[in-house]
């Protein structure tokens, strides 16, 4: 990845992350997620407008492409600020699926959608999977063939595309020639159906019904190991990213507990001073904690050695961990929080909701520990 | 066959010049030419007949005070340096030896000791003459210590101490004792406490060793019937004991927490699975594996708090929280380890497995008195509450 000529990526990292916090704060991203529940696409696409001026779709583009260049830290700083404060728009979602296109062998359907996507003009989602359980992108499932003059005729279904409803297009993993490839595919394309899942968080996944879909030659975006290794970038950064949503939900979720704990008062006494209750937050703030600590160790990795190999077993560290912890932390707080906390109107439930989701996406803990143990070498030393 | 004597020389001028990973393979090194093999992975703690010779072989190296300045005997080491040389031990499978005169009681010297304390007890400390046990717990006072009774009364120029002290590690070996003892009762149970130093061979005091659930004799109930103590003895102030004992609660806190200790664990369970061919089996493996990634994530846990005492800075009280995970952990891992070797586990002592020769039960033993000692686990989560997330008293 290229580094910004002007800023370091240190100063563009805590820039980015001080006109999050500001956006977040005057925005209510809470109140829009409220709003937008349960009603297609889930989020406020004129929010998403905004969000691209602030530049964050560009974070991880490079400079050369017209993004911002900035690492994966900025990328962590704000989804995690951005699920803190429940922002429903996709930003995860287009910043994994940008990847692809990132990684993805220069072209000018590469050139002409990032720099759509930097204008906020394109949403794009990551269509990789073609049934529930472990990611395999060797497994033939979604198939395209010839159609004559270098356009290809697409079958199949991709499942679990999250930010894929009232998306512009796809990047859609499928195998041609007997072997892996990634295509561009606009959501307006004759062939396409989106078929919209209510997700536990009230938006929206889809599943897309390729019947007969022509693509023409230039939306062939990658074919062969290239394929693989944007696919593969693309995922990972997705499961940086859900860390760092899971994280910043499950702080949001602690600390809203600990404000409860702090102020409620039963026995005429605040519910904080009783020592069970004492207990079960210290062993939340333990698991934010230990979560915390394995996202920075993964982030200083990276930095010193950005090899895929790394990522990839990192990205199934960090969202084992973050899943787990935001598990314990989300459940643990509707408890705290007593009746309160299971109704719609407390935060709360905001974050046990989209934790559901984030740790069900592209794997579970058990998943991710599974792979984790296929992918990193042996502890004892 | 013991090998020779190790050379005594070749150490620099000043172990803080090298830089640091220089300074980690120099002690990797050494520790690996002169460990003996007796003190290292031991089944419980060890006894001062097991470590002696290592002992003697640090003293004589000038390491066996690591962080005591350099005019007394010590390395002179930062916090930093401190903490390789811990986990350059603790890599090797050195057990711990009865150290508390060189991590409690210099210090303590150093800071409140009298010059002719120092004169008398610091030579004798580094060289393993005195060898120190604890005197703090109490029969009704573990937890809530500054409820403790045992009593030491001025008369004329000593004074004189009535009652009792229990969960006193290897106090059969030691030959001293530094001892908390109420010498007046304040408006709060914390004053009064005064801070003393006591001969083990003082008539009228009785040593009984406990025999603990492992079978092991490594606690004692010690016993003081009008024990005579000059009041010489006493460190600091009168009546100002409690603030000496608390106030070593600096970057040592970071041992308690290590991930050596359940890392040592693991690899036993590694060695029961391995045997027990479990590694083909899903069920065990994902439970092995969540094991593990929690103990590589306390080790980043960890880190981050080295770091923090690399960059000089002081450590606040949510370092707790890595004793805490640490402890539950290393319990958590000698249970798999007993599941793991099935019928095995009802074996006492070292049990023939598919070649290999493991003791089964010792982590199990072993990661008991951790979640207990060194403040309670619960009696941490009540500080961490209080102190870092700001819950009411």
């Known amino acids: 990845m290229t580094e910004p000529s002007g800023v370091d990526p240190d100063e563009g990292c805590a820039l980015v992350a001080r006109s999050a916090a500001d956006y977040l704060a005057r925005s209510d ?23 691209a001026s602030l530049g964050w779709p560009a974070l991880l583009i490079p400079e050369a492409d017209g993004g911002l260049g900035l690492g994966l830290d900025s990328m962590v700083a704000v989804v995690r600020a951005g699920a803190a404060a429940s922002l429903p728009e996709p930003l995860t979602e287009v910043l994994a699926a940008a990847q692809a296109l990132v990684h993805a062998p220069t072209s000018a359907t590469r050139t002409g959608l990032l720099s759509r996507i930097v204008a906020g003009e394109c949403i794009v989602a990551l269509a990789v999977q073609d049934e529930a359980g472990p990611i395999d992108l060797q497994r033939i499932g979604t198939v395209a063939v010839s159609a004559g003059q270098g356009a290809w005729r697409v079958t199949g279904r991709k499942r679990f595309v999250a930010g894929g409803v009232g998306a512009d297009g796809y990047v859609v993993h499928a195998h041609a020639d007997h072997q892996p490839v990634l295509f561009w595919v606009p959501a307006d394309c004759p062939g396409l159906e989106v078929l919209a899942h ?119 560290r960090v969202k084992a961990r973050a899943a787990r912890s935001a598990r314990q932390i989300t459940r643990e707080a509707i408890q705290l929080h007593g009746a309160i906390g299971f109704t719609d109107d407390c935060e709360v439930g905001m974050h046990v909701r989209r934790a559901l989701v984030l740790g069900a996406w592209l794997g579970s803990e058990l998943e991710h520990r599974r792979r984790y143990a296929r992918l990193a070498p042996p502890i004892v030393d | 066959m013991s090998p020779p004597s190790p050379p005594t020389i070749d150490a620099p001028a000043d172990w803080e010049a090298l830089p640091l990973e220089d300074f980690r393979l120099r002690v990797r090194t050494w520790i690996e030419a002169w460990c003996p093999d007796e003190v290292r992975y031991p089944a419980g703690r060890l006894r001062w007949a097991q470590s002696r010779e290592w002992w003697s072989r640090l003293y004589r190296r000038g390491w066996i005070a690591p962080g005591w300045p350099r005019e007394h005997g010590g390395m002179g080491l930062s916090p930093i340096r401190q903490i390789v040389m811990l986990e350059e031990l603790e890599r090797h499978g050195c057990g711990r030896m009865p150290d508390q005169g060189i991590t409690q009681v210099g ?7 009298t010059e002719a304390q120092r004169s008398e007890y610091l030579p004798k400390t580094l060289s393993g003459e005195a060898i120190w046990c604890q005197g703090y717990s109490e029969p009704n006072a573990g937890s809530d210590l500054a409820s403790l009774q045992t009593s030491a009364r001025l008369q004329g120029d000593r004074f004189v101490v009535d009652g009792s002290k229990i969960w006193t590690t290897l106090a059969m070996d030691a030959t001293h004792m530094y001892l908390l003892a109420r010498t ?81 664990a693991f690899a036993r369970l590694e060695q029961v699975a391995r045997a027990r061919g479990l590694f083909g089996d899903p069920a065990f493996l994902d439970r092995y594996t969540e094991l593990r990634m929690d103990l590589e994530d306390l080790s980043a846990a960890y880190e981050e708090f080295v770091d923090q005492v690399r960059r000089g800075e002081p450590l606040g009280a949510d370092v707790s929280l890595l004793k805490i995970w640490g402890t539950e952990l290393m319990q958590r891992i000698s249970e798999l380890a007993l599941l793991a070797a099935e019928d095995h586990a009802a074996l006492a002592g070292e049990v023939a497995l598919e070649g290999s020769s493991v003791n089964v039960l010792a982590p199990f033993y072993s990661s008991r008195p951790g979640t207990i000692y060194g403040g309670s686990n619960e009696i941490q989560r009540n500080i961490l509450a209080t102190t870092v997330l700001g819950l009411p008293r």
């Not at chain 1, 991203?29 to 969000?51: K, N, S």
């Not at chain 1, 394929?227 to 950064?237: Q, R, V």
């Open chain 2, 107 to 113: 210090p303590i010297l150093l800071r409140y000791g």
């Open chain 1, 198 to 316: 209510a997700q536990a968080d009230g938006r929206f996944m889809a599943d897309l019904v390729f019947a007969d879909l022509v693509l023409p030659p230039d939306h062939l975006l990658a074919s062969g190991e290239p394929a693989l290794a944007a696919a593969w970038a693309a995922i990972d950064t997705a499961l940086i990213g859900s860390a760092a949503e899971l994280l910043g939900l499950s702080q949001r979720a602690l600390d809203l507990t600990l404000d409860y704990l702090r102020t409620r008062t039963q026995f005429d006494r605040p519910i904080g001073a009783f020592q069970a209750l004492q207990h079960r937050a210290v062993d939340l703030y333990i698991h934010q904690r230990i979560g915390e600590s394995v996202m920075r160790q993964l982030l200083d990795a990276l930095r010193h050695d950005p090899s895929a190999e790394l990522r990839t077993r990192g990205a199934s």
């Open chain 1, 29 to 51: 991203p809470l109140a829009r997620a409220r709003r937008w529940r349960d009603r297609t696409p889930g989020y406020d696409r004129e929010a998403w407008r905004e969000l």
């Open chain 2, 184 to 264: 007046s009762r304040g408006a709060r149970k914390q004053q009064g406490i005064s801070f003393l130093l006591v001969d083990m061979s003082t008539p009228g005091i009785t040593v009984r060793p406990i025999r603990n659930i492992a079978g092991d004799e490594e606690f004692c109930q010690v016993f003081f019937d009008s024990v005579e103590i000059p009041r010489g003895n006493l460190v600091g102030r009168i009546d100002e004991g409690w603030s000496i004992a608390k106030s070593l609660l600096g970057f040592e806190r970071l041992g308690i927490g290590s991930p050596r200790r359940p890392r040592q």
